[in-house]
Structure formats: structure tokens, C-alpha cells
């Protein structure tokens, strides 16, 4: 696996095969067989295939041929399984030879397999593909032992401490005279740990029955708008001790179908864990919509961000970042990968990113929170997952529009022929063409004066850019509706566009119909906010 940098999010590598021969005919025949489904890499040498199969990472599999100018194939095997960087790595012959007495001695010194030159490009590819299967799952099971040796110690580790508290207070209880307000802040103490560690067992428990294969899902439509507020209520309590605000923008319906026990923990975790990082008299923001076809969940901190370089492994069991709860609250490193795991299996997809992603200068007004104080820092954590609805149909390129009502639509955009084009789009029954600025400050001042219902803004523009004008109109109106305009695809972007208090994104290249009758469909969504 490897971290894509644009998304923060990983990707599968190609695996790696190493061929060794010192016939330039075969090595393009096998390089042309496997380029398309692996990564290759070629030597023509014994003392050369020694070297290059312990450069990092190393091969997933080795082609090797039994004759070879310095030292033949068999030897090489050998050299290969003696040492512990590479004895692991499945070989294969590659050989016109036909002796048992040569395949006997291959296999003594360690291959896995034989292909027979000249080969069948059908069957040697069936061949290569069964042992990098073999491979993988042999692999996937050196994990699972390490993951349970891991459970072991965690639970070991962590459970002690608990039990010695659990078992000392309840010997002084029985054993000691007390004071009833003793007794009371002893029986707290026992209630409170006992607490962490059924904590510590369920999350143990679901790994193990996410590992092992076991985990199912029961879907069933859910307003995820009223499970988000039920779990926001369950953890204020834990918030307000300490002085934390948690700030809710839901609309006031939104059905999907998911597992709504499962995407509890979902909430629970990402709001369990934004309130740890985040500091004494600061926010944390739970919000939820529709966005390009999906329903996303969006967990927004005041925290000190993640780490850039602890990204890529932040879904990991058993991960700790080296930025630490702002009270000292334990964690097991086990929250955000069960996440990961349900969401995956809701078929969705899971991005973080940083507050100060954005781009947004110190001068330029940002997200405010309750207490009236800017939040420059903090993590973002972005769930998208499948809608499920009707998908908008672009066949008719009139909306549904509710009597009596036309939509004042405002431009901010430093595309002239954009400018144009979106004013012939929107000269249409229901909807009122304010007016189009060419750049961010522009903008803000035609807000200001014409007070549109929707504006539509682009994200790269002179002097002032799209983030920074969606925070200047906010501070204006904080309830107004401001789609992004974008051209990328990139998941980060769309969260941190939401997470500076976008109502929507839409991508550039929307066609003209779609685009009237996203804004009008945003426009109603939008609206359930403020039934």
C-alpha cells in the first residue's frame, strides 16, 4: 500500500516481480507478458539478483532462470532462502530444461515452481498469478498473528491497571471503615473504570470480528440526521465537563440506508476523538447532507491537526499520533480503524484534512465557534458514502420549482466566458440573475448589496480566493448558501470546502441542465436546516 499524496488516502501498489536472466529475447517476452499487472524489475545476473532483491520494497515474487554467466540459478535460490530479507520470496524457474533430476534440486533449494521455456503466455501468467496469491494471503495471515499477538498485549497492558484499581478499591471497601461520601467517591472511581474497560473489550471484540471476516451489516433505512443528534446528545455531557461546545448544522431529514448501530460507533468514535484533541472553551462540529450523490458525515476539531506524515497510517489498529488528547484522556488506537472498516463496508470512503488546508491568511476572517474565537487549526474527518436515492435526471433541464418562488442567483467567478455562459444558464422561469463579479472582493461587495439567495463561487481567483471569499460572505450572513465551484475530483477538497461552511460543491464541468437543477435541489436541501 502506498499514501496517495493529492487525497491523503491508500491506494494498492502493483506487485513487484523480479526476472533474472541474462537473455535479452526473454526478458521482453516476460516484461511484455506482466507489465500491464505488475511492477518489473529486471537483472542479468546472479551477483545482480542477489543485490536487487533486498532493495526496498522488496519483490513479491521472483522469475529466475537456471543459467546464468556467474553463478547458475540454483545457487542463487539458495543464497536467497539463507537470508532472512528475502527468504520469504516465492521463486520460480524459469528453464528449457526437462530433467526431474534438475527440478528435484530446484525444489530442494527452495522454488515453488517451474516454467518450462518456451512457455504459453496463457498458462505462464495463470502460473505467476496463482503464487502472487499465494503470496498475499501468506501475508495477510503473517498480519493476523501479528494483530493477535498485538490484541494480546493491549489487553494485557491495559486491562491491568483497571483490574489493580478495580481490585484495590473494592478491597478497601470491604476490608476499611468509610465515610459514606468515601464509599460514594470509591464506588464512582470503580464505575468510571470498569467503564473504560468494557470500552477497551467492545473495540478488541469488533477488530477481531472485522479481521476474521466476520462482520456483517444490517441496513435498514435510517434518518441519519436524527442518529447523529442522538449520539451528539449522549456525548455533551463528556463535551461540557470539558468546556467544550459541540455545534450541530443537520437538516431535519436524512434518510439512507446503512447499519444505524454499526454508523453509531461511526459518530461515536469521530466525535469521541474531536473532543479529545480539542481545547478548554473551543468547538467541535457535527454535520451531515447530500453532496454530489452521496450522503456525507463531516467531524470538524479545534484540535492541533494531524501530523502530515502520520496521514497515511492514521487508520491503522493500535495508531497513536505523536500530538496527544489536550487532557490527557487514554486511547487505545483502535477508534479510527473500526471506522475505516464500517464505512468500507458501507461501499464509502473516509477523508481527513487540516483546517489550514484551506489556504486562508490569519488577515481573512476563517470558522468561527460559539465563543467568538477563530479556529485556524483542527482536523477534519470527512465520511462519504453511497445516497442511494434517485439520482437528478439531466433529461429535463427545467426544475421543479415551488410556486411563486425564483431563486436571486449571484456569480463569483474570474472566467469571463464562464461569467457568460452561467448568465444565459440561469436566464430562466425561477431563477433571478443578480448580477457576476470577477473576483473575490468583487463578490463580497455584490452580496453585500444585492443579498442573493444562492451564490456559486469559484475556488481559484485573483486576489481574493474561494475560500477566502466563502468566509467574508459567512461573516456577513452566517446562515447564507454558497456552492464551491470546483474542477477537482480530489475528496480532501470537497471536505475542507464543506468544512469552511460551504452548503455544496459542484464540479465545473456540470452540464448547464444539471447545474439549474442541482442549485435548485441544493436550495431545498439547504432549506431543511431551518425547518
Known amino acids: 500500500m502506498r499514501e496517495n499524496k493529492e487525497s491523503g488516502l491508500m491506494v494498492a501498489e502493483l506487485p513487484k516481480i523480479l526476472i533474472v536472466d541474462d537473455e535479452t529475447a526473454n526478458i521482453d517476452v516476460l516484461v ?12 542479468k545476473s546472479g551477483e545482480q539478483a542477489l543485490r536487487r532483491a533486498t532493495v526496498k520494497p522488496a519483490p513479491d515474487l521472483i522469475l529466475l532462470d537456471i543459467i546464468l554467466p556467474d553463478i547458475d540459478g540454483f545457487e542463487v535460490c539458495r543464497r536467497l532462502k539463507e537470508n532472512p530479507e528475502t527468504r520469504d520470496i516465492p521463486i520460480i524457474f524459469i528453464t528449457g530444461k526437462e530433467s526431474e533430476l534438475d527440478e528435484t534440486r530446484g525444489l530442494s533449494v527452495g ?20 503464487h502472487l496469491d499465494l503470496q498475499r494471503q501468506r ?88 442518529l447523529v443528534s442522538e449520539r451528539v446528545a449522549l456525548l455533551r455531557i463528556t463535551a461540557q465537563d470539558k468546556g467544550v461546545t459541540i455545534r450541530e448544522e443537520l437538516p431535519s431529514m436524512l ?30 462540529t457535527v454535520r451531515c447532507g447530500r453532496l454530489l450523490g452521496r450522503i456525507f458525515l463531516q467531524v470538524v476539531d479545534q484540535g ?26 487514554g486511547s487505545t488506537g483502535l477508534g479510527l480503524s473500526i471506522v475505516k472498516q464500517i464505512v468500507d463496508a458501507h461501499h464509502g470512503e473516509i477523508v481527513v484534512a487540516n483546517l489550514q488546508d484551506g489556504g486562508i491568511p490569519p488577515s481573512h476572517p476563517g470558522p468561527w465557534d460559539s465563543h467568538g474565537n477563530k479556529a485556524r487549526h483542527g482536523a477534519i474527518f470527512t465520511c462519504f458514502i453511497p445516497d442511494g436515492s434517485k439520482a437528478l435526471s439531466v433529461t429535463d433541464s427545467r426544475p421543479d420549482f415551488p410556486s411563486g418562488q425564483a431563486l436571486r442567483v449571484l456569480l463569483i467567478d474570474d ?38 439567495d444562492v451564490v456559486i463561487c469559484d475556488i481559484e481567483m485573483p486576489v481574493m480566493n474561494g475560500f477566502e471569499t466563502l468566509q467574508c460572505v459567512l461573516a456577513l450572513d452566517p446562515n447564507a448558501c454558497v456552492i464551491i465551484l470546483t474542477s477537482s475530483v480530489d475528496q480532501v477538497q470537497w471536505s ?34 431551518f425547518d
Request: hydrophobic residues 40%; contains cysteine; glycine residues 6%.
Open 32 to 43: 511484455g507478458l506482466l507489465e500491464e499487472e505488475c511492477k518489473t524489475v529486471v537483472a
Open 415 to 452: 472566467d469571463p466566458v464562464l461569467r457568460l455562459m452561467y448568465a444565459k444558464a440561469f436566464a430562466d422561469d425561477g431563477f433571478v440573475w443578480v448580477g457576476a463579479a470577477s473576483n473575490g472582493e468583487e463578490g463580497v461587495a455584490l452580496y453585500q448589496a444585492l443579498k442573493p
Open 111 to 130: 522454488a515453488v515452481d517451474f516454467i518450462r521455456k518456451p512457455f504459453s503466455p496463457v498458462v505462464a501468467l495463470a502460473r505467476i498469478q496463482t
Open 139 to 226: 501475508r495477510h495471515l503473517l498480519e493476523l498473528h501479528e494483530l493477535k499477538n498485538r490484541f494480546l498485549a493491549m489487553a494485557a497492558h491495559d486491562l491491568r491497571n483497571p483490574l489493580n484499581s478495580i481490585a484495590g478499591l473494592s478491597e478497601i471497601l470491604l476490608t476499611m471503615p468509610l465515610e459514606e461520601p468515601e464509599k460514594l467517591s470509591f464506588i464512582q472511581t470503580i464505575h468510571e473504570v470498569s467503564g473504560q474497560m468494557l470500552r477497551l473489550i467492545r473495540d478488541l471484540l469488533d477488530v477481531s470480528t472485522i479481521e476474521s471476516g466476520a462482520f456483517t451489516l444490517e441496513k435498514r433505512p435510517t434518518h441519519l440526521s436524527a
Open 304 to 329: 492541533p491537526g494531524i501530523p502530515a506524515g502520520e496521514r497515511h497510517h492514521l487508520f491503522g489498529p493500535f495508531q497513536r499520533l505523536s500530538t496527544r488528547p489536550t487532557a490527557q484522556e
Open 496 to 529: 475542507l470546502c464543506l468544512a469552511h461552511g460551504a452548503s455544496y460543491t459542484l464540479r465545473k464541468d456540470t452540464s448547464f441542465p444539471e447545474i439549474r437543477r442541482m442549485v435548485m435541489e441544493i436550495w431545498k436541501e439547504y432549506q431543511t436546516r
Open 255 to 284: 434518510p439512507v440506508s446503512l447499519d444505524p448501530d454499526r454508523f453509531a460507533q461511526v459518530v461515536d468514535n469521530l466525535l469521541g476523538n474531536a473532543i479529545k484533541f480539542t481545547p478548554s472553551h473551543s468547538e467541535v
